[in-house]
């Protein structure tokens, strides 16, 4: 067990629909991160958070949008979902944003949108 | 900019036998860190073993250790004694000290223990 917490665990809606995945942290981590893995990108970053506050941006398209709240949990909100946007969301927490800082990864949340 | 590169898309390898897989990268930063998970098919990612670009020894942590090049910028995972829960998506992934500091990953490698 990472200590990461994301639920739901997996999601399944219609294209146009607006979900939001939830992240609880480890205890004790700053930094909370997105990726969005598919079968044919691989694991892409979307954004990272460190201590409520944007600190980098990948990939992530304008129809998502993310923030960390003060108790640090964090928040990806999917909207106007298409077809192509299904695929396994993880959240990933550090300590801090250190080289040697690894991630730890929540299990998941799995979203199919039909 | 950054880049990871591995090479094997799937592996097979016999039960108690080592597997080396490869992973290769580029970064202008001198500092930097590498990391591999692994990915079973129940879909979590496991953090497994880190390297830091200054570090002078190679990473081992239990059965894995890591075959740090510097100069050819590799970082190959080597498990030692093979088992069949190895069995699983192997990731490189890298991290620097640009400001952007998102882990970047690659492609990955299916690995397949055979019993």
Known sequence: ?114 | AQKITQTQPGMFVQEKEAVTLDCTYDTSDPSYGLFWYKQPSSGEMIFLIYQGSYDQQNATEGRYSLNFQKARKSANLVISASQLGDSAMYFCAMRDTNRDDKIIFGKGTRLHILP
């Open chain 1, 1 to 114: 067990d990472s200590g990461v917490t994301q639920t739901p665990k997996h999601l399944i809606t219609a294209t146009g629909q607006r979900v939001t995945l939830r992240c609880s942290p480890r205890s004790g981590d700053l930094s909370v991160y997105w990726y969005q893995q598919s079968l044919d990108q691989g694991l892409q970053f979307l954004i990272q958070y460190y201590n409520g506050e944007e600190r980098a941006k990948g990939n992530i398209l304008e129809r998502f949008s993310a923030q960390q709240f003060p108790d640090l949990h964090s928040e990806l909100n999917l909207s106007s979902l298409e077809l192509g946007d299904s695929a396994l969301y993880f959240c990933a927490s550090s300590v801090d944003p250190d080289i040697n800082s690894p991630l730890h990864f929540g299990n998941g949340t799995r979203l199919t949108v039909t």
